[in-house]
């Protein structure tokens, strides 16, 4: 190719900024040998190496492995998870998810998780926190889909919890924006649908009451579905008084409500930590009751 037709189309060349895109598709399935992943695909940078089994072979620990560290602008991950008839499955992750500072052109950064369960089966997904550093703009999706059932024999428990900046101190999020939403459908229709949508510019809605209290850190917690003879059952116990009296702090907001079968708990704060610590008591409380077992961290948590 002569110099000079070269030199034209470098010069006429457009600029495509990078991006990745990332897949990963798990199954997991009863079988003679207990709960296995039977099924675990992926694209692009994220995956699972294996499940780890600390509590036995009916139910699989799996870390969720991202190298990136985070996402950048046009970055997408999409995560599906099936749990199989009589199957069941913990996700988590071994740090933080980080949404990074988005280029001039905003374009956004995306997460989709989705997880499906079938008769008999449970899942929890208990990812540690989300960073979202300032100039970020994202959009982050949860949902999950669970049969009907008269028994209610297939159960679900799992959390989310943002900070938006570093802290306010070092780095808050004055600029960027947030979505998220947290669904749970059951028999195709929805039984919660918790969004989140927010501007950091929006200093009224950072300070206000019905927003974020000046906090940084907001988190939400869904177990369930419980049936009605537990529910009246537990509540002869007082067992939402247990969980509202996890934590006696002034300087957070945290609290359980019992909305028809689900338990929905939230937290408002500055401390990921803290809520992550919190909303782990809550779990410690709801596991035994709800999936008849009593809870075992994951041991990534302590790496």
């Known amino acids: 190719m002569p110099a000079n037709m070269l030199n034209s189309q470098s010069a ?34 994220l995956s699972v190496q294996k499940p780890f089994y600390p509590e036995g072979p009916d139910l699989p620990h799996v870390y969720l492995l991202h190298p990136p560290g985070g996402l950048v602008s046009g970055d997408s991950l999409t995560i599906d998870v099936d749990v199989d008839t009589g199957s069941s499955a913990l996700l988590t992750a071994p740090g933080a998810f980080r949404v990074y500072k ?20 449970r899942a929890e997904w208990l990812p540690q926190e989300s960073i979202y550093y300032p100039d ?43 979505k998220q939403s947290l669904e749970i459908w059951q028999d195709k229709l929805p039984v919660l649908i918790d969004k989140f949508s927010f501007d950091g510019s929006d200093k009224c809605f950072k300070q206000t009451m019905t927003g974020l209290q000046g906090k940084n850190v907001n988190g939400i917690m869904v177990s369930g579905p419980f049936n009605e003879e537990l529910v009246n059952g537990l509540s002869d116990q007082h067992w939402l008084n247990d969980i509202r009296n996890i934590t006696h702090s002034n300087d957070v907001l945290f609290s359980s ?6 338990l929905i708990t939230r937290y408002l704060g500055n401390n ?32």
């Open 136 to 178: 970020s703009f994202s959009e982050v999706n949860t949902i999950v889909n669970i049969p009907k059932s008269s028994n209610n024999n297939c159960h679900f428990i799992g959390w989310e919890i943002a900070c938006y900046g570093l802290s306010e101190k070092t780095a808050p999020f004055l600029s960027g924006g947030v």
């Open 257 to 262: 409500t019992l909305r028809g079968q689900w």
């Open 12 to 45: 006429n060349a457009t600029y495509l900024p990078s991006s990745w895109q990332a897949n990963l598709y798990l199954k997991f399935e009863k079988t003679h040998r207990g709960a296995r992943l039977t099924k675990n695909e992926h694209q692009g940078p």
């Open 102 to 121: 988005a280029r001039e052109d905003r374009t956004l950064q995306k997460q989709v998780v989705t997880i499906n369960l079938s008769e008999n089966s």
């Open 272 to 303: 990921a930590e803290q809520a992550r610590q919190l909303m782990t008591e809550v779990w410690k409380v709801v596991r035994p009751i709800l999936m008849n077992r009593k809870a075992v961290l994951p041991r990534i948590w302590s790496c």
